[in-house]
């Protein structure tokens, strides 16, 4: 069995390829230990080497910014069976204004959109905290400006499944496995979002309501394979970003999981997924793949 893991940044976007490289080291070592022969895009064209290496894989996964993984994405579902989100949904995510409506249309918290003084603004297609700020300032083409929620930053990891169809692959509809809940440690200097890792799992008094937030902001965009739901826990649990991809917070939650992410992964693709995932101890990790378990 053969996989192909195409993470984008490692040889195309230095800003973020420290983070790249330490999910990608994770999911390969994983692929590897459950048998199969991992291939990754080198540092040529990323779009040629998906279309090259995929009709020679069983499986494949992207990771890449916001604005470019629908179109990679699709071209991988076109040329083996995708394990991670699909491209619809991740089109969908992509666009944070539009994730904001929908998840607001269908009674999620999510910050309000502000035109005027103090918010925080955004790129409409941002990928994390990049280009991130707080200011009272005019967005500029591609951005818009949200509510400030005062709270805690905290992440879900979890797993979407799918059914197989005659001629493809639909989002089951079924409750995403919850992987862990992870601190966010984001840090505002000078105005400026900057995330800087975090720790999982986290023990949280609200952790029941912050779960079902999440699952059901991952159900109702249709996530499947591993996202991310981010959250900022105030007087509401307010979701403020959501990743149809892997994140940094795999290389924490791959340290203290019994599970095979390789597995999970492939086993969800089919629409088979355990109730529960096996954590032991916690561990603190930052956006370079240093880990410190504990």
């Not at 071209?75 to 994730?99: D, F, W």
């Not at 169809?165 to 200097?189: F, H, K, M, R, W």
């Amino acid at each position: 069995m053969k996989a192909l893991l195409a993470e984008y940044s490692v040889f195309h976007d230095p800003a973020l390829a420290p983070e790249g490289e330490a999910m990608l080291r994770v999911l390969i070592e994983s692929f590897e230990r459950c048998g199969y022969e991992t291939v990754s895009p080198r540092a040529g064209d990323f779009e040629e080497e998906l279309r090259n290496l995929a009709p020679e894989c069983d499986v494949g996964l992207v990771i890449a910014p916001d604005h470019l993984l629908a179109r990679f994405t699709r071209i991988l579902e076109e040329r083996t069976h995708n394990i991670g989100c699909g491209s619809m949904s991740v089109a969908v995510c992509a666009n944070k204004q539009r994730t904001a409506a929908i998840l607001s249309a269908h009674g999620i918290a999510v910050p309000d959109a502000v035109t005027a003084g103090r918010r925080v603004i955004k790129e409409v297609c941002g990928c994390g905290t990049q280009n991130m700020r707080l200011a009272d300032e005019e967005p500029s083409p591609g951005e818009f400006g949200q509510q400030f929620i005062e709270g805690e930053h905290l992440s879900v990891s979890l797993i979407g499944s799918r059914v197989v169809g005659e001629a493809c692959l639909y989002y089951s509809g079924a409750t995403p496995l919850v992987l862990s809940l992870n601190s966010q440690d984001i840090e505002i200097v000078e105005g400026r979002f900057c995330y800087c890792g975090g720790e999982t799992p986290v023990d949280h008094p609200r952790s029941a309501e912050i779960f079902d937030v999440a699952t059901r902001a991952a159900t109702v965009l249709g996530c499947q394979g591993y996202a991310g739901v981010d959250v900022v826990v105030g007087d509401r649990v307010y979701v403020v970003d959501v990743n149809p991809r892997i994140t940094s917070s795999l290389v924490g939650i791959a340290s203290v999981m019994s599970e095979e992410i390789a597995a999970l992964l492939v086993d969800a693709s089919y629409g088979r997924l355990p109730d529960a995932v096996t954590l032991s101890g916690h561990a603190t990790f930052d956006t370079h793949g240093k880990v410190i378990p504990s």
